[in-house]
């Protein structure tokens, strides 16, 4: 177990451009799920292959364990790292691919069986020992790259995107599988998604970063309700949050907040009028789409986000009375993109 | 990298490549500098000593009718091979595109010239054009196209011996062209011919509007290594006719060899090998050029 | 209706006729060196007799006579000696030069890269005039080890080249993975990339072994002693006793060295199509 923490880390590819990754602090607790959000470009890659040391930092420290390793090569890191193709070695078996590393770190030959076997009870996946990763189907194989990770018990899980080649159905499973897995094994886990949904439902906590910089570090309730920024606001959340500005400030809220107005508590909420263009019925719930009809922000495309289960009838012209809670409106400046409120 | 591993791979990568770059280098760049300096001095096989002799080799060289024809030999044998070669690969080709019973063993057998041993593959035409026993000579004595005793001599005569060597040439390099004819071709996705045929284009505007334009690249690789190959060639000339009769044969590397192994003038023959350069140079410069563009796409 | 089936098979006689006239001329070569092998010197050497008929019984003379009493099997052994040398020399000097072009040496090693393969397309004739001069100063005159010298000159550019292509193929988070699993970057290649490049190898290993077979003009250049030669030049010089070609022994030698070889050229020339491309295929 370890914690791992970066100092002001940058990055920068190519002299004199903006770098991958820029002046990221952060820290990880005990034994976190620390999931690593963000579009294509974000960076978030890059910092992890710093910390596993597959990337020379340009600047800026990475301590693992409270050591500083800086120097160290990726192997002499105590890590362990599950790749986006999984880079299961195509020509061992499955019992080799999970006994590599401690082939590869010279761990006592006579401990070998006795780790793999424990390594593969625990991901399920005994009987497949004998085959080679191309007879493997995507789940099994992300298994056995799961299997290799922990075999030799390493101090950080680090995992980049490990789920991104599964299909949607199997990804889901595969998702609360390795959250329990995690939450079982307790080593502190950094995660690499461009997935929100992924992020949400894992993370102990969410990074979310863009452009290399970090925009907000929080609890999964706490990046979605109370983003820091224009940026997380919108990334986060499908329909993304409503942004409306106005007089220098941005004000947002989401489309589940902004509803027909008698489904709102009348007392602290603020009236507003949606011209109403088109729907999607979407099965479980109904995305609508207008633009406020009067007011400062008249004129602003609006989403609106309703349980399917809602009886309301819309025609394409007309408009109608909605209304969000005055606690859900979230003021941004207009200027910097940063919260005010 | 972390800062160490990055040290290591500083010094890790030229180890691993300085060696062969070295040896290469020792190999091939050192004798292609000598081959410079000999064709500017007197050197001959036996005496050790080197006096610069300024262009005095190249003086004679282009002075003697034997060069002439020698560098006309090498541009007719590689200019005419070489159109012989496109036309039957890209022909033989189209044939072995489809996949058919036997490909296997059908493509092995057109193989051979290619992938048997030069010297033998050219021996065995050596008997096949024999000037007594040839099988050619008695199959058109058979048709009556000859009279017994007053056949062609194929190796003895000037035109027929220099056919004779173009015939080979094609016969060896129809195969490797063929191979990289079809390595272009299916490398043109599948999509695009069946939505030309859709567009209403029939197997010849597909083929001259679709297929050849999309191998340019790969067609000019098959020639600038047609090129090479041939007009560096001397294997098949110097067991065929050893250059002659009468020196008809005769071509730049095989007169090289003739001055300056046979005849033991080392500086005449580095001068005489020295023209093929220029050739090597412009196929260097568009291969570059064809591997840029395909790097660029 | 009708018309379409006619033209279907017009097609197909077209098809079946260009791939035989092709077969028959390219092959024939080595069906004529089948037939003379056997033939007896009467048979062979009699201008009314059908040439594509065995006349008289066939013999085994030219090959008793090819084994028994000319340098044939010695000649065979050279070669096979010589190739083995050159494919181990090829392969610790090309193998890794092709990893560190390939993977550590970034925009430049593939720009070096192409100028190795460039130094490819440098023939023997333009090189032999001073490679003897070389060969004679290093005191290898006559001998098997002058060729076992030069050849690595022309197997290791290509075969970088053709290694390169393979390493890039190799997904760059095996390497990765090996390295975070506890290997160093040499080791990483050591003890991933060779094993799983078994393949690229054993193509470099054939292309090696295969030219050596082949080429001609060193070996006619660097060495005269009979008993010293490769194969290729001894059958097509040594075998001629002055004036006289001994046919059928001629024949059986070329046939007899030249099949194996074609054979697994064969088997690995799509591998080196693929190098010869220069990547204008993908």
């Known amino acids: 177990m370890a914690v791992v923490e970066t100092r002001n880390l940058t990055k920068v590819f190519k002299q004199g451009e903006l770098g991958a990754v820029n002046d990221v602090s952060l820290a990880t607790e005990e034994g976190e799920f620390l999931v690593f959000l963000g579009p294509s470009g974000s960076g978030k890659t890059t910092l992890l292959r710093m910390i596993a040391g597959l990337e020379t930092p340009t600047s800026g420290e990475i301590l693992i364990g409270g050591q500083l390793v800086n120097h160290l090569s990726p192997r002499e890191r105590r890590i362990a790292m599950v790749f986006q193709s999984y880079a299961l070695y195509p020509h061992l078996t499955v019992y080799k691919n999970i006994a590599f590393p401690l082939k590869a770190q010279n761990v006592p030959k006579d401990q070998h069986d006795t780790k793999v076997q424990w390594a593969a009870g625990l991901l399920g996946i005994g009987r497949l020992l004998e085959r080679k990763p191309r007879e493997l189907s995507g789940g099994e194989r992300q298994r056995v790259a799961l299997a290799r990770a922990i075999v030799r018990e390493p101090a950080v899980f680090l995992l980049d995107e490990p789920l991104s080649n599964l299909d949607a159905k199997l990804r889901a499973s595969a998702r609360e599988e390795l959250e329990q897995f995690q939450a079982r094994v307790g080593t502190t886990t950094i995660y690499v998604t461009h997935d929100q949904v992924e992020a949400m439902a894992m993370g102990d906590r969410v990074v979310v970063m863009d452009k290399g910089r970090v925009r907000q570090i929080g609890t999964p309730a706490e990046v979605y309700d109370e983003p820091a920024d224009t940026f997380v606001a919108t990334f986060l959340g499908s329909p993304p949050m409503n942004l409306v500005s106005a007089g220098g400030t941005i004000t947002g809220f989401r489309p589940e907040h902004f509803l027909p107005a008698l489904a709102v508590a009348i007392p602290d909420s603020v009236p507003m009028r949606l011209a109403f263009s088109h729907e999607e019925y979407l099965g479980a719930e109904r995305i609508l789409y207008g633009a406020l009809a009067d007011g400062p922000h008249a004129g602003a495309k609006v989403v609106s986000r309703i349980a399917s289960t809602h009886a309301g009838v819309f025609a394409k012209d007309r408009t109608y009375d909605f209304a969000v809670e005055k606690r859900h409106l979230k003021l941004f400046d207009e200027a910097t993109g940063i919260r005010r409120r | 990298m972390s800062a160490g591993a990055k040290r290591e791979e500083r010094w890790l990568a030229p180890a691993m490549f300085l060696p062969a770059v070295l040896y290469i280098l020792a190999l091939v760049g050192i004798p292609l500098v000598l081959a410079v300096l000999y064709a500017f001095s007197d050197a001959r096989i036996g005496s050790a000593g080197l006096h610069f002799v300024g262009l005095e080799n190249f003086r004679s060289i282009l002075q003697s009718p034997g060069f002439h024809k020698a560098i006309r030999n090498s541009i007719v044998f590689t200019l005419s091979a070489q159109v012989i070669v496109i036309v039957c690969s890209n022909i033989l080709a189209t044939a072995l595109e489809e996949p058919f019973r036997g490909r296997g063993l059908v493509r092995f057998l057109i193989l051979l010239p290619w992938v048997a041993p030069v010297s033998l593959g050219t021996i065995g035409w050596k008997w096949i054009l024999d000037s007594i026993y040839s099988v050619i000579t008695w199959v058109l004595v058979a048709l009556h196209v000859y009279k017994p005793y007053s056949t062609p001599m194929w190796l003895g005569e000037p035109h027929l011996a220099m056919a004779s060597v173009v015939l080979v040439h094609c016969w060896r390099l129809i195969p490797f062209s063929t191979v990289i004819m079809l390595a272009g071709r299916s490398a043109i996705p599948k999509e695009i011919p069946e939505a030309a045929a859709i567009d209403g284009a029939g197997f010849w505007r597909t083929l001259f509007q679709i297929k050849i334009p999309m191998m340019t690249p790969i067609l000019s690789v098959a020639v600038l290594f047609g090129i090479i190959f041939t007009f560096t060639d001397m294997t098949v000339v110097y067991i065929l006719t050893a250059g002659g009769p009468f020196d008809s044969t005769q071509t730049l590397p095989s007169l090289a060899f003739a001055t300056g192994i046979a005849g033991s003038d080392l500086a005449a023959g580095a001068a005489i090998s020295l023209f093929l350069v220029p050739v090597l140079v412009a196929v260097a410069y568009l291969m570059l050029r064809v591997a840029h563009r395909s790097e660029v796409a | ?282």
Request: proline share 5%.
């Open chain 3, 1 to 282: 209706m009708e018309r379409g089936g006619l033209r279907r098979i017009g097609a197909r006689a077209l098809h079946v006729s260009v791939l035989g006239f092709f077969v028959v001329a390219l092959g024939f070569p080595f069906f004529w060196m089948l037939i003379a092998a056997f033939k007896q010197n009467i048979d062979l050497y009699t201008v009314e007799n059908n040439p594509f008929l065995f006349n008289l019984p066939p013999t085994f003379e030219h090959i008793r006579f090819l084994f028994a009493e000319t340098r044939f099997l010695r000649w065979l052994g050279n070669t096979a000696l010589v190739g083995v040398l050159v494919v181990a020399i090829t392969l610790v000097l090309a193998v890794p030069a092709a990893y560190a072009l390939a993977r550590l040496a970034g925009r430049w090693g593939e720009r070096l890269g192409i100028a190795i393969f460039l130094t490819y397309l440098i023939p023997p004739t333009l090189l032999f005039i001073p490679l003897s001069r070389v060969v004679a100063l290093v005191g290898l005159q006559d001998s098997i080890f002058s060729v076992v010298l030069v050849y690595p000159s022309m197997t290791i550019p290509f075969s970088i080249w053709l290694l390169m292509g393979f390493f890039k193929s190799i997904p760059k988070e095996l390497e990765d993975a090996a390295m975070v699993d506890g290997l160093t970057r040499f080791g990483a290649f050591f003890r991933m990339v060779v094993p799983i490049s078994v393949s690229g190898i054993l193509t470099v290993v054939i292309f090696s072994f295969t030219l050596v077979t082949q080429e001609f003009v060193y070996a006619l250049t660097f060495i005269s002693p009979e008993r010293n030669q490769m194969i290729g030049v001894g059958i097509p010089i040594y075998l001629v006793r002055g004036d006289v070609y001994y046919w059928g022994s001629l024949m059986a030698a070329c046939l007899i060295a030249s099949l194996p070889i074609a054979v697994v050229y064969n088997l690995f020339l799509d591998r080196f199509i693929a190098g010869f491309t220069v990547g204008s295929v993908k």
